[in-house]
């Protein structure tokens, strides 16, 4: 039986602050317990940061989060905030993070700070006791551990650990949800000749040049969706890309 301080199940972009922070409050031990190959999650594999600026345009957001960003700019020249001053305000303060950067940046810290991680690990069940869980089991390639801690964190994102726990929750806000994201990452593209194509077809009617330091961030339809320009309705509507490559102009 393996005993922590604090155990996070889930090791995904939350799930790697809580540990960092649990650590960084002195708990001694901590482990992360994650189902795939690596920890980061999104953030891991090209999804942008995002909500640290405010409507007003005033960052909110700092500590770790911000304390990643900046690493990861630093040894890749790349995750930098896409602020636009007269942009979409809810996605204005971005933070365009190279994702094997951020993979690396990510797992450095925590063993640094002496964070354990179990990958390829399963939550299967816990156990309580006088309402408080007590332990989890975990089964991975190397078989099924019991696992206890003084505090359990659920980042799971789809509440395995608390749903397990029998812990009431709700879904959504009166049955309304966040659409499932589909990232997929792209390489090799000539942006000059794709800014080039949009621009041909977008700057018309007095629409904004299409740049694409700026075109991901726009609120237009247009700009979001290129496509419906050319009658593909059948492309979906919530659709936007980021560049993780800086950009100079």
């Known amino acids: 039986m393996l005993e922590y301080d604090v155990v996070v199940v889930g090791g995904g972009t939350a799930g ?4 960092l922070a649990a650590l960084r409050n002195g708990c001694r031990k901590v482990l992360i317990v994650e189902a795939g190959a690596h920890i980061g999650g999104l953030s891991a594999i090209g999804m942008t940061w995002g909500g640290f600026f405010d409507n007003n345009y005033e960052q909110v957001i700092g500590g770790i989060p911000n304390e990643l960003v900046k690493k990861c700019q630093e040894i890749a020249g790349r995750g930098y905030f896409e602020y636009h001053g007269d942009g979409d305000k809810w996605i204005t303060g971005l933070a365009s993070v190279d994702p094997e950067t951020a993979r690396f940046v990510i ?16 939550l299967d069940s816990v156990k309580m006791e006088n309402g408080r869980i007590k332990g989890i089991e975990v089964v991975s390639k190397l078989g099924r551990k019991e696992i206890r801690s003084r505090y ?19 879904h959504g806000s009166q049955g309304t949800t966040q659409s499932t994201s589909n ?7 000539d942006m000059d000749r794709y800014e080039r194509y949009l621009d041909k077809y977008i700057n018309t009617d007095n629409h904004d040049p299409w740049k694409k330091e700026t075109g991901g961030i726009r609120r237009g339809i247009e700009y979001w969706c290129p496509w419906k320009l050319d009658g593909f309705d059948y492309m979906p509507d919530p659709w936007g890309f980021t560049i993780t490559e800086k950009m100079t102009t």
């Open 16 to 19: 790697s602050v809580a540990a």
């Open 107 to 122: 797992e450095k810290e925590l063993y640094d700070a002496g964070c354990e991680i179990m990958l390829f690990s399963i």
């Open 152 to 170: 359990f964190i659920d980042a799971t994102g789809d509440l395995m650990l608390a749903n397990m726990a029998g812990i009431r929750w709700e």
């Open 183 to 189: 990232m997929f990452r792209v390489v090799g593209v």
